[in-house]
């Protein structure tokens, strides 16, 4: 009999609380009335989790989380199955807040908590605890104001040296000191949106053949697959050997939230059963739009998405 796979490991340091909120329609300045308001646990690589999850992925889930709010992500865990090796702290995860209207949705972004350094090594050294070879470990989201830009880093510099493959999604310092590495000290793979991309290299990249060219820097420093995620128009996988555009049509989405973090699901389902790059395209795209009709860290259908999967259009741009 064949060994059961690893399960994937999501780490979240900034986790949050969704409170999503819909408007008829956002005015700024004035007063508005909401129709409906919902808190869900939130995070990227607690989405990530929720989403694997859905698709039959064993997960475990840690990261930092604050005790005194921490109910909606205990039961999220319980009700999918999710191994919850969250270090807990003192204190409130923060609350982020979703305004939603028939056109698009508005994201506020509060700081996380304060915490001491000794919280972050508490995290890391729960991260180390769980990695072992072959393992793949989503490291995702924003970090905790008082973090060091480098934590990514130092965190993907360590699990590369355990032969830990890491899937990382993040921006800003975080993801270029993560990107600063020797090829023996670098994510797996990642996934930028356009303006995550443009700000790594510093400069603009307004075709396809811009992004193509910005990605395969990242190959040549040892980065595997890059994914540049265009909203509406899909998304580009970059290896060594292909670049591919990947999209499906356009629908209206209940709620856009969380359809990077689909994907990068996707990307790690398709890592880890060693999907080929096209694969990889497919059940990604799926992934994010099956999530496009889905609030909170749920996938959705998992005959869904191998249905969006089999309509996904596959171009060569190489």
């Not at 992925?57 to 009700?79: H, I, M």
Request: with cysteine; hydrophobic share 45%.
């Amino acid at each position: 009999m064949n060994a059961p796979q690893p399960p994937v490991i999501t780490v979240t340091f900034n986790p949050a609380i969704d409170e999503t909120i819909t408007l008829d329609a956002l005015r700024p300045g004035t007063v508005h009335r909401a129709r409906a308001v919902r808190f869900d646990p939130g995070g990227k690589g607690v989405i990530v989790a929720g989403c694997l999850a859905d698709w039959g992925q064993r997960v475990v889930a840690t990261g930092l989380l604050g005790k005194d709010n921490d109910a909606p992500f205990t039961e999220l865990f319980a009700a999918k199955g999710i191994e919850d090796r969250f270090c807990r702290f003192s204190g409130l995860t923060r609350v982020n807040v979703k305004l939603v209207d028939s056109r698009d949705t508005t994201d506020i972004n509060l700081p996380g908590a304060d915490l001491a350094p000794e919280q972050l090594q508490r995290g890391l050294d729960a991260v180390l605890e769980l990695a072992s070879s072959g393992t793949i470990v989503v490291l995702a989201g924003s970090l905790p104001a008082d973090f060091p830009e480098d934590t990514y880093a130092h965190c993907i510099g360590e699990l590369a040296a355990r032969q830990v493959r890491v899937v990382l999604d993040t921006s800003g310092p975080p993801l270029a000191a993560a990107l600063q590495g020797g090829a023996a000290a670098l994510p797996h793979a990642i996934k930028p949106n356009r303006n995550e991309l443009e700000a790594w290299a510093e400069r603009p990249l307004p075709t396809h053949a811009d992004l193509i060219s910005a990605s395969r820097d990242l190959l040549a420093r040892g980065v595997v697959l890059v994914t540049v995620s265009l909203g509406s128009e899909g998304a580009i996988f970059v290896t060594r050997d292909a670049a591919l555009h990947a999209r499906l049509p356009a629908m209206r989405p209940t709620s856009t939230v969380g359809a990077g973090d689909a994907m990068v699901a996707g990307i790690v389902a398709g890592i880890n059963i060693g999907a080929s790059v096209e694969d990889v395209a497919r059940l990604a795209t799926a992934f994010a739009h099956t999530k496009l009709g889905q609030i909170g860290a749920n996938l959705g259908d998992a005959a869904q998405v191998r249905s969006h999967a089999a309509h996904v259009v596959i171009e060569r741009l190489n």
